[in-house]
């Protein structure tokens, strides 16, 4: 029993060691819009309050956002957003949790073209993704900028047949985000 206590205190403590020594760098004004494109209307909508954390000891990052965040220029589109498409009262945010698939040396400065590979949920619906970006380390500061696509069959949002020529099948998302160091 003695040496159980001794092997759970050990790796305990090099737990937290880890955790200790991991740098991460974080965000929470992470501006991430999307934008739909149709002969009929165009659709976009930005936050600026999305939230970003990066451990550039494991790689891992995660990307999160209020679905209800999400500014339109038109008051009645962003009420249908939230109601009827996203349905944000039962889903209330957006999640990536994922990993750099490129090893990035986070000491040295540059811009590095990078993979993250992991999940993305929308609408309640996971799906395994690898997103394409650019990632700029500057001093104590690192800079994330990526476009992708996103369906929204993958994540089961559904278009009533009456606005489906005004919203597009794939929706182009943007993200743009400065992350400093986080203060422990």
Do not use: C, W
């Amino acid at each position: 029993m003695k040496s159980i206590k001794s092997i759970i205190s050990l790796i305990l403590i090099l737990a937290a060691s880890n955790i200790v020594s991991a740098q991460i760098f974080s965000s929470s004004n992470a501006n991430i819009g999307f934008y739909s494109e149709t002969p009929l209307e165009n659709i976009a909508a930005e936050s600026n309050v999305g939230v970003i954390l990066v451990n550039t000891k494991t790689g891992d990052i995660v990307a999160k956002v209020q679905n209800t965040s999400f500014s339109f220029r038109n008051m009645l589109m962003q009420e249908h957003f939230n109601e009827k498409y996203m349905e944000s009262e039962k889903f209330p945010h957006s999640l990536f949790v994922g990993k750099f698939i490129e090893g990035v040396d986070f000491s040295k400065n540059g811009s590095y073209d990078v993979s993250v590979v992991g999940k993305l949920t929308i609408h309640g619906v996971e799906q395994n993704r690898t997103i394409k970006g650019t990632l700029i380390v500057d001093d104590n500061k690192i800079q994330l900028k990526s476009v992708f696509l996103v369906k929204n069959k993958d994540h089961k949002i559904q278009i009533p047949d009456l606005v489906v020529t005004k919203i597009a099948e794939d929706i182009t998302v943007k993200m743009d985000a400065l992350l400093m160091i986080k203060e422990k």
